[in-house]
Nanobody, 122 residues
Framework: QVQLVESGGGLVQPGGSLRLSCVASGSMFIAYEMGWYRQAPGKERELVATISTRGRTNYADSVKGRFTVSRDNAKTTMYLQMNSLKPEDTAAYYC????????????????WGQGTEVTVSS
């Protein structure tokens, strides 16, 4: 079982910056692929960024060049640095941890945090 706790959300003006953090419990953090997702009111949850166990990153087109995902395995923490924020970035941001494939079916488990709200508004 993995528990994830996000922090760092808040209200920021357009063009501003925020850094989100996701602290994971357990010693298996280093083996988990991590990711940030977001969900705006009335919309489906969407991928923002992922980071593999080896540090390979992947971003949604809408945040490329503005957001940076990173991880500190020693601190079992993942970060999302968000710069040049836009009103359309307003959403609840969720941390995700995905276990490595296991068993004959290579099944994976997904764990989610409770979310942190980001509001971009003047």
């Amino acid at each position: 079982q993995v528990q994830l706790v996000e922090s760092g959300g808040g209200l920021v003006q357009p063009g501003g910056s925020l850094r989100l953090s996701c602290v994971a419990s357990g010693s298996m953090f280093i083996a988990y692929e991590m990711g940030w997702y977001r969900q705006a009111p009335g919309k489906e949850r969407e991928l923002v960024a992922t980071i593999s166990t080896r540090g390979r990153t992947n971003y949604a087109d809408s945040v490329k060049g503005r957001f940076t995902v990173s991880r500190d395995n020693a601190k079992t923490t993942m970060y999302l640095q968000m710069n040049s924020l836009k009103p359309e970035d307003t959403a609840a941001y969720y941390c995700n941890a995905r276990s490595p494939p296991a068993g004959v079916s290579n099944s994976r488990l997904d764990y989610w945090g409770q979310g942190t709200e980001v509001t971009v508004s003047s």
